[in-house]
């Protein structure tokens, strides 16, 4: 068996409400997220990856690998992002330059990534990540996919399969996208940005 663990929230599951129910915490992260850790391990003796990063595996396994560790790596850094108590309702300092320089303004960044995470067929996640220039983009992602796999160094995403919203929003996932907005833990996306 592999070694990777389900993450611990840096949060109590009830502390997003009412954006994020402790009801879809259970499931999204003690459910959908467990099985990705549990199949993984499972996966791993005999394929070359046992030594493997998340990213590492990401960037280079096929299949059921490629797709368990895709979903790890993905909800870690979803569910590593929000807090129930935003010290800041807009980014600053060099990301919040950034988003300006590259978007226009924060809310034009902020329309231009929730349209992507709307038109988004079917189930993936939306991000914005930053090129090897520093220079801010937002992919749309298919599945398990990540955009470190295009080289790029993922800053924040959006869930956008049914399981992270269906509980609380049912077939309403414009709100639910437009509700992430105030959980957003501006500061944990500065420090990736930085890293
Ligand atoms: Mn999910």
Known sequence: ???FKLMTLPYE???????ISRETI????????????????ALLPGSGFEEASLEEIVCKATGGILN????????????GQFTGRPAKAAPTGKLGEAI??????????????QKAGTTLFGSG??????????????????NAANPVQKGL?????FDVWEHA???????????????LWQIIDWEVIESRLSK
């Open 153 to 157: 160094r993922p800053l924040l995403t």
């Open 125 to 142: 996640w939306v991000w914005l990540s930053a090129d090897k220039d520093g220079k801010l983009v937002i992919t749309q992602e298919p």
């Open 1 to 3: 068996m592999g070694n």
């Open 26 to 41: 259970g499931f999204h992260h003690g459910k959908h997220l467990s099985a990705y850790v549990n199949n993984l391990n």
């Open 100 to 113: 300006a320089r590259d978007f226009g303004s924060f809310e034009a960044f902020r329309e231009a990534f």
């Open 68 to 79: 368990n560790a895709g979903q790890i790596l993905n909800h870690e850094l979803y569910f």
């Open 165 to 179: 919203y269906y509980l609380d929003f049912q077939n309403r996932r414009p709100d639910h996208l437009a509700a």
């Open 13 to 19: 599951p009830e502390a997003l409400e009412p954006v």
